[in-house]
């Protein structure tokens, strides 16, 4: 019988997908699961857009161009300038998610071997992109005591060795919640230009910034324009997950030139999702205006659910609908299968997902998670009572942290 590859084997498992099937076999025996283990909202894809969509008169659905639809990578064009960023349709091409446009800048940009600088916690996906691409993922950590705030800038210049090629970030972040700061970006920045190495921002999160957090798109930084390479994507922003569609965009003409090879290989991105996002960017504010002050006060709720609870460890989180908190268990991962197998408060459970697979770095992580507050108010407050009794008769609970985190607010 032939064998399959060893890449196949080794590549990193989804940490928000791997405790599925142990959710589906208690969804069979009548639990209901309230899932913050992954980034899929419960609020509505906007319906105007639907509509439109629903009404086009296709006959046929022919490929799109290979580095997407014209007429959607120029209303692109008019969607950044509202951040004040100067493009043309030719620095965007259009990318089957953001996932691809991930892997399509690992393989353009990097060649086996080469390093790439990423601050742990990250979106565990980056593990496995770097896995298939054959680069070395070389984190820099992060801490829960300020809220994941970036290290300071020389560490990641103490990072740097000859094979790096990129530092990597996201911002706002997944899965932390971190929103980074404008003088932060412009430190990076200056550091990728002194190195001649690439600076690549996952800013599929940009609209969700709150408080006096503010966002700075990497690409408002003149100065570095041959260095940056943004990723993006309509599923968080418009909760269309379903749908496929990304972006990377760069003002490199290189970096164009060679991520057009790679996707006219792959031949044609979605082309009913191209459809349906051009209709989702057209009178679009008032929709983004009031989901993101849906996911502020989803955000403040968990917050104050998870301060309330003894040995919790957990910060107000920037940006994004993430947190990552520490909990008063041996072994998160341990816990998030315990909540799924053995236990249920009226009838239910929740799904969160286990923080190791969100560091490249062994050890960290062990008891932390991620929780995803993409639930509507009521249920979150379900999903908390939950969570709250479940820590209180855990067997592999442990004593409380002394630091009290969870009473701060970064």
């Known amino acids: 019988m032939p064998s399959i590859s060893h890449r196949s084997t080794t590549v990193p498992l989804s940490p928000f997908r791997k405790l599925i099937p142990i959710a589906d076999e208690a ?3 009548g639990r209901h699961v309230y899932h913050l283990n992954i980034g899929q909202p419960d609020i509505l894809t906007p319906p105007k857009a639907i509509e439109r969509f629903q009404a086009e008169p296709l006959k046929i659905l022919a490929y799109s161009p290979a580095e997407g639809h014209q007429n959607y ?11 004040d960023i100067g493009l043309g349709y ?10 691809e446009a991930i892997l399509f800048f690992l393989l353009a940009c990097l060649d086996p071997g080469d390093e790439i600088i ?8 980056y593990n496995g992109f770097g896995h298939i691409a054959d680069i070395r993922v070389i984190p820099i950590t992060c801490n829960i005591k300020d809220g994941f705030a970036l290290p300071p800038i020389e560490e990641f210049a103490a990072k740097i060795t000859p094979r790096t090629k990129a530092i990597f970030i996201t911002n706002p972040n997944n899965p932390t919640g971190c929103c980074y700061a404008p003088a932060t970006l412009q430190q990076l920045g200056k550091l990728v230009k002194e190195k001649d190495i690439f600076l690549c921002v996952d800013e599929v999160y940009r609209e969700f910034c709150y408080g006096e957090n503010t966002f700075l798109s990497a690409l408002s930084l003149p100065e570095i324009d041959d260095h940056t390479v943004v990723i993006d994507s309509v599923s ?20 164009t030139a060679a991520i057009s090879r790679y996707a006219k290989l792959r031949l044609s991105p979605p082309g009913l999702g191209q459809m349906l996002s051009l209709y989702m960017l057209q009178d679009d504010q008032a929709y983004l205006n009031g989901v993101k002050e849906e996911y502020e006060r989803r955000r403040n709720t968990v917050f104050q659910r998870l301060r309330a609870m003894p040995g919790v460890d957990s910060y107000l989180p920037g940006g994004a609908f993430y947190c990552f908190a ?7 991962e341990d816990f998030c299968r315990w909540l799924l197998e053995d236990f249920e408060h009226k009838g ?3 799904m969160l997902s286990p923080g190791q697979g969100f560091y490249a770095t062994p050890g960290l992580g062990k008891d932390e998670v991620r929780i995803a507050y993409v639930l509507n108010e009521d249920d979150l407050h379900a999903a908390m009572d939950c969570l709250e009794v479940a820590l209180s008769v855990y067997p592999g609970r442990k004593e409380a942290s002394t630091t009290d985190l969870q009473r701060a607010s970064y």
């Open 118 to 125: 990423v601050p742990e916690p990250f979106y565990a996906n």
């Open 348 to 350: 239910a459970t929740v």
């Open 236 to 255: 968080k922003r418009y909760s269309a997950c379903g749908a496929r569609v990304g972006a990377l965009v760069t003002r490199n003409q290189d970096v």
């Open 27 to 29: 969804k069979k025996k």
């Open 326 to 332: 520490r909990m008063p268990v041996d072994d998160a």
């Open 73 to 83: 990578r120029e209303a692109l064009v008019d969607y950044y300038a509202r951040y």
């Open 90 to 99: 030719e620095d965007i091409i259009v990318t089957t998610g953001g996932s």
